[in-house]
């Protein structure tokens, strides 16, 4: 036999480069589910579900396109419980030429692949994920030398080599290289936000909801209404579905949260790019093309293309350069535990408990209540940057460590000393107000900071402060924040610090 083509969960890419000059009659594709991928962490039941499903839909579409494809569905009494022990197997039963695989999107397994050649006996060919627009060396050669990153000088470089929003003669469309200052409304309920795309569960997907209801029952979420997309065919109608519907407003609500709508005029993509089933480049250039054919509006298109081509490049770069000594980091010395409620939603806190509830019905929870919301409250009250990390991993279906660390470490924890953000997005309850309907339907007061029934978020926000003057107050970004504080008067700061210290002690019970 020639050689074993490895697929791993999230490279269900038809131009997955481990495929390039594949030979369908004598190559073996191999793929697997297996236990210990499926337990690293306590994946969201939704996740699992809908990964194993895009997994088994993609190999028996390879299947019908003639490759010949060995698949392992998940089996509690497999024999390999690893990719390892199946790999072994592998080559002990075809012993392949070589083992061909693209790059993984995890530094934990990647470093056990590395050894494959060694423990396994089998030359072992590593490629690049060409899926990503800026690959792992390109990003290295724009970072080098310099202290901070910052993402909208590589958003731009990205813009340029892309050609994507460009003019023929190199300026970016419009004039302006970003329009966030349109893209900050709070949303009253119109127009009103489409419904999401919807997939109703097949035979192979009802088979997977019954495995992941049985074997791991107790994992986080529910397998409930289950319907994302587990095909590229579908991920594409997903894609037009958010064009059509949600594109138009995407810029304008990117920024708001609302306590009746789970996913407002969000794409709900992040699962389907993250797998392979839609491959980046082609969903920018869709949604430039609904500008160009005046469906969407500049703001909204700039702001999405924003998200992808620099955002989602950006923080993979950072993870390949910095790791794996970035997963240690914790400047601002954090060691609280994750409150209990991050798992069952169960506070008084509306914010809070929507976005956890919606987090465990749908493996889902837009960008601004990870950042504003649960991401704000764990670096508000100084949770361990490890902890808070693991809980984003395991509960969104979108979620894999070369995304979710530099998200929650270096964007929310700024664990990074602000490598990744030049200023902590640290908030009080005010900035949830301002964005959303919850704070009317509380049992906390927005408007008060040391009462007893005083919006949880002011105190913790000036404690935060306050704790944090070495780290921040030479920061020119957050000047003003310890000039505000300071100007209060001494009896009001103890006040605000004597609440907040009775709330770090009281957590459990918000
Ligand atoms: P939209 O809001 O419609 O955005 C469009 C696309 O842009 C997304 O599908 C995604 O591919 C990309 N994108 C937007 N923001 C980011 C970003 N900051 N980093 C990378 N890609 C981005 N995204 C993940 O894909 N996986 C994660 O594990 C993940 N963890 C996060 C944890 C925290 C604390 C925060 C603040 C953000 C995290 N994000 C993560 C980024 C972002 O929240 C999700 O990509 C987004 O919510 C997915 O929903 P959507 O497809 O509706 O996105
Ligand atoms: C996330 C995940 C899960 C839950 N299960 C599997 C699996 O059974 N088999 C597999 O090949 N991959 C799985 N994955 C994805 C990997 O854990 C890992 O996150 C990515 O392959 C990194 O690129």
Known sequence: MANLILILGDQLSPTLSALEGADRESDLIVMAEVHDEASYTNHHKKKLVFLFSAMRHFAQELEQQGWRVQYQPYHPDNPAQSLEQFIRAAVQEHSPKRLITTECGEWRLHAQIRQWHKILGVHVEIRPDTRFICSIHEFARWA????????????????????????????????????????????????????????????????????VDEQFSEHFGTTDDFHFAVTAEQAQQALAH??????????????????????????ILSPYLNAGLLEPIDVCEATVHSWHSGQAPLNAVEGFVRQILGWREFVRGIYWRLMPDYAQENRLGNTRKLPWFYWTGDTRMRC???????????????????????????????????????????????????????????????????????????????????????????????????????????????????????????????????????????????????????LLEHLEEL
């Open 242 to 267: 958010f064009i059509d519907f949600a594109l138009p407003c995407f810029g304008d609500y990117q920024d708001a949260m609302s306590d009746s709508e789970d996913w407002l005029f969000h794409a």
């Open 144 to 211: 080098e030398g310099k202290k901070q990153l910052r993402m909208e000088f590589f958003y731009r470089e990205m813009r340029k080599k892309t050609g994507l929003l460009m003019t023929p003669d190199g300026q970016p469309e419009g004039g302006n290289w970003n329009y966030d200052a349109d893209n900050r409304k709070k949303w009253s309920g119109k127009p009103p936000a489409p419904s999401p795309f919807r997939v109703e569960p097949d035979d192979i997907t009802r088979a997977v909801i019954k495995l």
């Open 352 to 502: 809070m408990h929507k976005a956890i509830d919606a987090t465990y019905r749908n493996a889902y929870a837009h960008h601004i209540q990870r950042l504003m919301v649960t991401g704000n409250f764990a670096l508000l009250v100084g949770v361990n940057p490890e902890e808070i990390c693991d809980w984003y991993l395991a509960v969104y279906a979108d979620a894999y460590d070369w995304v979710e660390l530099p998200n929650v470490l270096g964007m929310v924890m700024h664990a990074d000393g602000g490598y990744l953000g030049s200023k902590p997005y640290a908030a009080s309850g005010k900035y949830i107000q301002r964005m959303s309907d919850h704070c009317a339907n509380c049992h906390y007061n927005v408007n008060k900071a040391t009462e007893g029934d005083a919006c949880p978020f002011n105190a913790l926000y000036w404690h935060f402060i306050d704790r944090h003057r070495d780290d921040f107050a030479s920061n020119h970004r957050m000047g003003m924040m310890y000039r505000n504080w300071d100007k209060q008067n001494p009896e009001r700061r103890d006040a605000l610090l004597q609440r907040a210290n009775w």
